[in-house]
């Protein structure tokens, strides 16, 4: 099995900034995607941005400019800085992994979510 755990949501200022981070654990081989998806009360859940294991990152449009995806493929750890928050980024954050397991088999991991308020 594989685990994903997330850290660092909150209550923030409009304009200001967080970082969310996600540590994935277990029975991993490798990951290929990670990513970060967040759903809004009464809305879909929806791609915020995804990196792949070499790195090429894409951005939902309303974010591109202000959130940045990071990772460090030695630590199976994801990070998603976040600046220049606005109320409508007001969502829980999940934490998604694409993992080929020891056994090979590959599976799509969430995290249990943390919640983001942009609100003064």
């Known amino acids: 099995q594989v685990q994903l755990v997330e850290s660092g949501g909150g209550l923030v200022q409009p304009g200001g900034s967080l970082r969310l981070s996600c540590a994935a654990s277990?029975?991993?081989?490798?990951?290929?995607?990670m990513g970060w998806y967040r759903q809004a009360p009464g809305k879909q859940r929806e791609l915020v941005a995804r990196i792949t294991i070499g790195g090429s990152t894409n951005y939902t449009d309303s974010v591109k400019g202000r959130f940045t995806i990071s990772r460090d493929n030695a630590k199976n750890t994801v990070s998603l800085q976040m600046n220049s928050l606005k109320p409508e980024d007001t969502a829980v954050y999940y934490c998604?992994?694409?993992?080929?397991?020891?056994?090979?088999?590959?599976?799509?991991?969430w995290g249990q979510g943390t919640q983001v308020t942009v609100s003064s």
């Open positions: 277990g029975s991993i081989f490798t990951i290929n995607a």
């Open positions: 998604n992994a694409n993992v080929r397991d020891r056994n090979l088999r590959r599976g799509d991991y």
